[in-house]
């Protein structure tokens, strides 16, 4: 029986680890390219509601993520115009981006009228998961590891000044990276609109999932495929949370604290992450915080 559970939890942790885990394989090619958008948490939000507009609208899944996708380019853009072309700082600019897009997505979503889209039943869910994770990790490692395009990434995140000398456009390079993060963005809104809340647009539904993606980025070493396994971790924990009640004492700050176990453990999980990450010379892209 134990063994049954454990396999049943260990399915249930597709769908949140593909969820974080696409939202931070955007994150990281970002960050790989000297910058970090802090705006993560809103482009989940304005690409869930966009989404669930767009496929209550006309029943189609693709045209969810169609608008959700158009919805992520839209933030991305504000994001380089600000950042690359005006030079205006970028946490700043993210934070903004955070409210910005947390608000018209809500305004979105309302335009859903609360009426259920397109969904995915579980086992298609679980394994459309599994496959988009799986194909977006393998991808991003190819290109990061693997091609002269993500040498090319990696030298501008590290030094911009060298990149220049190798013949990298640093604009336009970030303009490719921030809209691969769209596309990576709108696949982790979508899937969490159709496999995790059933295709029906929900207010603060993925509330904090852009910040817990760009924890994973840190806990994956800034590596493709030590992101992926964070998140997988994180959705096993996900997987855990409901039992937790039943595991803690009855009384409300129990409860408070089931219902905060990922943000806890990511926080602890980035504590430790630093001491190590000190002592062993793992560092991120040393352009990120120049701008």
Known sequence: MAAVNMSALALQALVPAAVLGLAA?????????GRIN??????????????AAAAVASGSAILGYL????????LAAVYYVTVE??????VVVGLVLVFLGSGLGVILGVMS??????????????LAAALLLAAATLATYLVLQRSWIGYLVKSL???????RMLGVNPRVTRAAVLAAQSALVALAATLFLYAYTGGRWTAGRITGQGWLALGMVILGFW?????????????LLYSVQSLLPSLLPPGALYAVLADSAPYVAVIVAMA????????????????????
């Open 38 to 51: 802090l705006g993560l948490e809103g482009m989940l939000h304005i690409s869930y509601g966009a989404a």
């Open 67 to 74: 608008a959700a996708l158009a919805a992520a380019l839209l």
């Open 272 to 291: 430790v992450a630093s001491v190590v990450y000190r002592k062993t010379g793992h560092r991120p892209p040393a352009s990120i915080w120049r701008a």
């Open 157 to 163: 995140g590290e030094d911009e000044k060298a990149a």
């Open 85 to 90: 072309v005006l030079r205006v700082n970028q």
């Open 113 to 126: 009228g609360g009426a259920a889209g397109p969904s995915l039943p579980v086992g298609e869910a679980r």
């Open 223 to 235: 590596h493709p495929l030590g992101v992926a396994v964070a998140s997988y971790l994180l959705g």
């Open 25 to 33: 394989l955007g994150e990281l090619l970002v960050e790989r390219s």
